[in-house]
């Protein structure tokens, strides 16, 4: 089950950044904080936002979005069921596992505080290249109810600064449901 959870959240950096479409748009939110848009299903045991000009790919199985056809930037996000007691226990279950994913493998930021829907999260910020190529990726992991939920930043290195004020707008305004309520 952890190789499974791990090849998944790794085939969908790589869904996400090289494959993304132009199909598919956001559904109509009234909700949604000033320029950004939902990107998640209204199945998604989330909202996920991100900004009004981004393109949502409607092709992957999880919630998707990038920048542009020039620049494959991208956030997704993720939940998978854990026994992990927090973000540090549920990032070091798998860090070995999530390494061999990669070649390049190095980490940046190693379990930085963070806050994801109000709840304790941890930021992993780290390099690796897939199919030969290197990206910068940063991922915030937030453990409630028996869930992980993980937002993936993942960029070239030389775009990773220029859009990552975007993915922090899209960690704020990130919601957690729980039930019919959103924490």
Do not use: H
């Not at 132009?22 to 939902?38: F, Y």
């Not at 070649?103 to 999260?121: K, M, P, Q, R």
């Amino acid at each position: 089950m952890k190789r499974i959870s791990v090849l998944l959240l790794t085939l969908v950096a790589i869904l996400c950044f090289v494959s993304c479409s132009t199909q598919g748009a956001g559904v109509v939110d009234e909700s949604a904080p000033s320029g950004m848009k939902l990107a998640s299903g209204q199945g998604a045991y989330f909202k996920m936002y991100v900004p009004q000009d981004w393109v949502i790919d409607a092709s992957t199985a999880t919630p998707c979005a990038y920048v542009s056809e020039l620049d494959r930037t991208n956030i997704s996000a993720i939940r998978v069921a854990t026994a992990a007691a927090d973000a540090a226990a549920y990032w070091q279950e798998y860090a070995d596992e999530f390494s061999k994913s990669f070649t390049n493998y190095t980490i940046v930021t190693d379990g930085e505080n963070a806050t994801l829907s109000g709840n304790d999260a941890k930021k992993y910020v780290y390099t690796a290249s897939l199919t030969g190529v290197e990206y910068k990726y940063c991922s915030v992991v937030c453990v409630r109810d028996g869930s992980a939920y993980i937002l993936t930043y993942t960029s070239s290195p030389d775009l990773y600064d220029k859009n990552y004020e975007s993915f922090t707008s899209v960690c704020n305004n990130f919601m957690i449901k729980t039930g019919s309520v959103e924490k």
